[in-house]
């Protein structure tokens, strides 16, 4: 296979979900955690359509899903097509032999009519659901389930005969590059306010940088990826999640690709399984107190030998950040 740059087609929408033309250049791509295999092709023979709910195209949990990763599966796999399409357009008749991953909110609405009407079109149909709660008795006739945490992984094999595999979801692979300032103890929320578990006023120690649903594909980088340099460590508690919502780590993966560490909490069970248990920095629960007084043993050991017992928790995870990672998953699930 030619490892010489070239342009090949970006993916196709008649709605342009990515407001402005974006073209997959064929390039290796590039391994960030330097736990990549060495790989440069896979083996996918069909098209994908990635069906996505008219409206929701550029929220973060369609976006970094198949379409952060689509030109690094492109360049793996040349000869096939990748497209983004709504369930509402007159195209999905039109959808035959090929692969097709549901998004987070066409997993939601899809009916069993129009999920079988994809079926019956010798569809290889994949289920990529990210948080929202499905049924899975809807799903039972597809090619697998596509699990973006470790608990979902655990609960989809648990609960269905589908196969079941797992793509975690990312933080933005446009980060790559920003590195938290590592000389003083700072810290900072990143996200909607609408997840904190108190009002900001509650929590005078804590910096909150809002951060936009939607993805912003025609910028270089996110608004707020400057503040990251900022902050040596996110706050990652949040609200307790439904029983079957599975939240992945993200906030997490975050801080990992920019070498900052987290504050969470015991009812962070996704955390807490991919930090491990004995990472120094989780507050016994939820209340302002617990919150507080691991804020200030951060501050007190900030540099010593628990603060690094935390970076080495958070640099174990910066394969779910890479690229390369992602995209020889995707392939490896679609060959």
Request: aromatic letters at 12%.
């Amino acid at each position: 296979m030619s490892l010489t740059p070239r342009v090949v087609n970006r993916i196709n929408t008649e709605l342009d979900i990515f407001k402005f033309p974006i073209y997959f250049k064929g390039r290796i791509p590039e391994c960030s955690c330097n736990l990549c295999p060495k790989i440069d092709s896979a083996f996918i023979k069909k098209n994908i359509t990635y069906l996505y709910h008219k409206g929701t195209n550029n929220l973060g949990s369609i976006q970094m899903r198949i379409p952060q990763s689509a030109n690094h599966i492109k360049f793996l796999n040349s000869q096939i097509s990748i497209r983004g399409i709504s369930m509402q357009s007159k195209l999905n008749s039109q959808i035959k032999n090929e692969i097709v991953v549901l998004s987070k909110f066409a997993t939601v609405e899809i009916s069993r009519l129009g999920l079988e009407k994809l079926l019956s079109n010798d569809n290889l149909v994949y289920v990529d659901p990210v948080d929202a709660e499905i049924s899975l008795e809807k799903f039972r006739d597809v090619k697998g389930l596509i699990a973006s945490s470790f608990l979902q992984e655990q609960y989809f094999k648990q609960n269905s005969d589908v196969p079941v595999s797992l793509i975690y979801h990312s933080s933005d692979f446009r980060l790559k590059g920003i590195r938290a300032q590592k000389n003083f103890f700072s810290m900072a929320y990143f996200g909607s306010i609408s997840r904190l578990p108190y009002s900001t006023e509650l929590l005078p120690f804590l910096n909150v940088v809002k951060t936009p649903l939607s993805y912003q594909p025609n910028i270089m980088s996110p608004i707020f990826s400057d503040k990251l340099k900022d902050f040596s460590a996110h706050f990652a508690v949040g609200k307790v999640q439904p029983q079957y919502v599975f939240k992945p780590f993200t906030k997490g993966l975050i801080a990992s690709s920019v070498g900052a560490i987290t504050l969470i909490s015991k009812n962070e069970t996704e955390g807490l399984l991919l930090l491990g248990d004995d990472y120094p920095y989780v507050s016994i629960d939820s209340t302002l107190k617990s919150i507080s007084d691991m804020t200030n043993f951060m501050k007190i050991t900030f540099g010593g030998e628990e603060w690094e017992k935390a970076q080495t928790a958070h640099q174990k995870l910066i394969n779910f950040t890479c690229a390369k990672y992602h995209a020889l998953n995707w392939s490896k699930i679609f060959s």
